[in-house]
């Protein structure tokens, strides 16, 4: 009882508190009608990010801000009954909650998706049309209305929301959903058309979350995505929010060239850290404390001593956005695995066919690595002839054994497993290493299956430099500190990073975030938008000194490891 009550007093002062200094450091006037849209969410450590931007934009454009709910078919209905919409009126109204934050730093006005009688008419014509052409479940990943594609949204929300691995269409509950996400995308449709938005910003680009982004894309509004670790933007040319991937070479010649040595040797530093076993901000793995590339070896062999060429296939969590950047070649990854298992039947005698998933991470990733070992066992008991590696094997122990080819989408080991001359095939184009010749990239399935038919006469080149390159593009030249400048110290902080998401961050916000830092997240704001790119850059935070800061670091742990 009194820890509970001690909490609760706790938790008061800290919101006091925060409303109390976002007062202060946001009172920005708006003079017209133009609206800035923001995700209204329950994710604290967004809230700061979220609060700098729309000020910023509101700063530029003089417009209100209006906070949107994002989470309908995600984790509510798309209608809701009378108590939950009067608790929604009221919450807003006496600003409780999260909502006492949002206003605290300039948010005028709270909106939730009301579906009026002409949108559930338009949901049902559309539906009816689509289904009586017996779709199949690449045209529902390929889905568009009014020239807007919202397949993939659409697809990865019903995996997601319904924790399956594939849609089976046939399914009536199925049916009912593509009306209601139709019901929801015309309701922001109309929104746009009726309102005077002049940016919208949301936390995440994919499922459910991503139709007023896209739709706000198509229009041509200036749209964003953005966290402590990220600002993103999107429009009609890059509809995901990782879609900037297909630029990295180009960006690296425009401004890193005369640095190249510099970036490939801080690239490769951090790259062979984590392929020893390392994991952590440093090596991109932010959120794991499990290696893939442990030290420790399995006293058994895992791949079997014959003569077949092997190959393994590295699994991805089969409910986590299958379209983060783009379309692929299969509509989600079970079809992708249920197409290898097939071929691994044809090809007994000549391949060996091996599946390996990630090591278990615990915390709250456990939940959806459970689903991924059911699916993963329901594939592999339809498909006998694909061995099961166990997840904490290491890497580096099945490339010392001989792998000799990677199966993925568009996963990390893409540039993991290349490092280590192993060739990767992706089965997509939209993959973060397409820029480079690292990876084998079948444009098309029939491509696909002619690779995959003839492996024995592959011989791919993996050059070196390209591996880190690609590295020093994904880890190092987006900013990843645009708002802390060091995240690592920042996470120290608040004990750790899944505490990011709890009051720990408000503390660190009232105790640690001035002035100064509100005016330089403004500038660097500026800077990205100005630039033109996709991504949030050590560009626009003018941060190119840290290659030298790198290199000094790095050359002072190899002195001390020499000695």
């Known amino acids: 009882m009194y820890p509970y009550i001690s909490e609760k007093i706790k938790k008061f002062r800290t919101y006091f508190f925060l409303r109390k200094k976002n007062k202060l450091f946001f009172d920005i006037k708006n003079k017209n009608n133009k609206i800035n849209l923001i995700e209204y969410n329950s994710f604290h450590g967004s809230h700061l990010a979220q609060a700098l931007i729309s000020n910023f934009l509101k700063k530029r454009n003089s417009g209100k801000i209006i906070a949107y709910y994002n989470y309908t078919l995600m984790v509510s209905p798309l209608k809701i009954n009378y108590l939950q919409k009067f608790k929604w009126h009221l919450t807003s109204f006496l600003n409780l909650g999260f909502k006492s934050i949002y206003k605290s730093f300039g948010v005028n006005e709270f909106i939730r998706p009301e579906i009026k009688k002409n949108f559930t008419y338009k949901a049902e014509l559309e539906t009816k049309k689509f289904f009586k052409k017996n779709p199949n479940n690449n045209q529902i990943a390929n889905f568009k209305i009014n020239n807007i594609w ?126 020893g076993g390392h994991t952590g901000i440093d090596v991109g793995l932010y959120n794991r404390e499990i290696s893939s590339f442990s030290k420790k070896k399995y006293k058994f062999k895992v791949l079997a001593s014959n003569s077949k060429i092997k190959i393994l296939i590295s699994t991805h969590d089969f409910l986590d956005s299958t379209h983060v950047y783009g379309k692929n070649l299969f509509p989600d990854f079970y079809l992708w695995i249920d197409y290898l298992g097939k071929l691994s039947e044809e090809k007994d005698k000549e391949y060996d066919f091996y599946i390996k998933s990630h090591p278990s991470q615990g915390n709250k990733f456990e939940k959806y690595q459970e ?44 540039i993991e497993y290349a490092a280590l001359g192993v060739p990767v095939i992706n089965a997509t184009v939209n993959n973060p290493h397409i820029n480079y010749g690292f990876n084998i990239n079948p444009s098309n399935l029939k491509n696909y299956k002619k690779i995959l038919n003839n492996l024995k006469g592959i011989k791919h080149k993996i050059k070196k430099e390209e591996v880190y390159e690609c590295y020093f593009m994904k880890h190092f030249f987006w900013d990843e500190n645009w708002l802390f400048d060091d995240f690592k110290r920042f996470t120290k902080k608040i004990d750790g990073f899944d505490n990011l998401h709890t009051n720990r ?41 840290f290659l030298n800061a790198s290199l000094s670091k790095i050359n002072h742990k190899r002195f001390l490891g020499s000695s």
Not at 381 to 410: A, C, D, H, M
Not at 512 to 535: A, C, M, P, Q, V
Not at 539 to 545: A, E, L, N
Request: charged share 25%.
């Open 150 to 275: 919202i397949g993939d949204l659409l697809y990865d929300t019903y995996l997601k929301s319904n924790y399956i691995p594939t849609i089976n269409i046939k399914d009536k509950k199925f049916y009912i959903f593509f009306k209601e996400f139709l019901e929801l995308f015309f309701y922001w449709e109309e929104f746009y058309k009726k309102n005077n938005v002049v940016s919208t910003t949301g936390v995440h680009a994919c499922y459910s979350f991503g139709l007023p982004l896209r739709i706000s894309a198509h229009n041509e509004i200036p749209s964003y995505v953005i966290s402590v670790m990220s600002v993103l933007k999107i429009n009609k040319s890059v509809k995901s929010m990782y879609g900037y991937y297909g630029f990295n070479k180009k960006i690296f010649s425009k401004y890193l060239s005369k640095y190249k040595k510099k970036c490939l040797k801080i690239a490769k530093y951090n790259l062979d850290l984590r392929l």
């Open 371 to 414: 689903y991924t070992e059911i699916f993963v066992n329901r594939l592999i008991k339809k498909y006998p002839r694909i061995k099961k590696i166990p997840n904490n094997t290491s890497n580096n122990q099945i490339i010392s054994e001989g792998i000799n080819f990677v199966l993925t989408v568009f996963g990390s080991v893409g």
């Open 505 to 545: 961050f408000y503390e660190y916000w009232i105790n640690h975030f001035n002035k100064e830092d509100l005016n330089k997240s403004f500038t660097r704001l500026k800077e990205f938008i100005d630039n033109g790119n996709y991504r949030l850059s050590i560009i626009d935070s003018k941060k190119i000194g």
